[in-house]
């Protein structure tokens, strides 16, 4: 089975990163804002788009995130890159994630995951509507105590969420 992992992309592009390399898929399938300021460039942004900040100083800036997990050919921007044009509108967002879902389900090889973290509050929860709604394991990535209510901090993990809740 080909593992693919479907991330939402947000301002803080470490979760993504520690997400992709605590679970090791063979694909991702990253989903970002679209327009001059949206999280697209943390995907495909040349030179080095993703920021490091303590505030609003910039500590340190990095490659793209397909650079920095070294996803090489693996990573096609037109196959791997849904973009949305409202990260804040939850049908378009639910659209896109189910839509990429059920095409990926057609692949009987394929062992589809989800991981929520990043993203608008909307993106992530149609991620996980959308998850739920077809059946894939859920992810989420986390620091250890999380004490910084504003971003995650470098030392967090990724864990399976349980989906198994009672329904009404």
Do not use: H, W
């Not at 979760?15 to 949206?38: C, E, M, Y």
């Not at 943390?42 to 910039?58: L, N, Y």
């Not at 049908?91 to 993203?119: H, S, W």
């Not at 859920?138 to 990724?158: C, D, H, P, Q, W």
């Amino acid at each position: 089975m080909s593992k693919i992992l479907i991330v939402t992309i947000g301002g803080s592009f470490q979760p993504i990163v520690t997400a992709i390399r605590s679970l090791q898929p063979v694909r991702i399938i990253f989903i970002a804002s679209d327009g001059d300021k949206g999280s697209k460039s943390q995907v495909i942004g040349a030179d080095t788009p993703c920021e490091i900040r303590r505030g609003a100083e910039i500590i340190e800036r990095l490659p793209n995130i397909p650079t920095q997990v070294e996803l090489g050919d693996k990573f096609q921007a037109e196959r791997d890159l849904i973009l949305l044009q409202n990260p804040d509108n939850l049908g378009e967002c639910y659209l896109g994630a189910t839509k990429c879902i059920r095409k990926l389900q057609q692949n009987p090889n394929a062992e589809i995951i989800a991981d929520y973290t990043g993203g608008t509050k909307t993106m992530s929860a149609a991620l996980v509507l959308a998850a739920v709604d077809c059946g894939i394991p859920l992810y989420l990535t986390v620091a250890g105590a999380r004490e910084n209510l504003i971003k995650f901090e470098r030392g967090e993990s990724t864990q399976l969420v349980n989906t198994n809740f009672p329904r009404a």
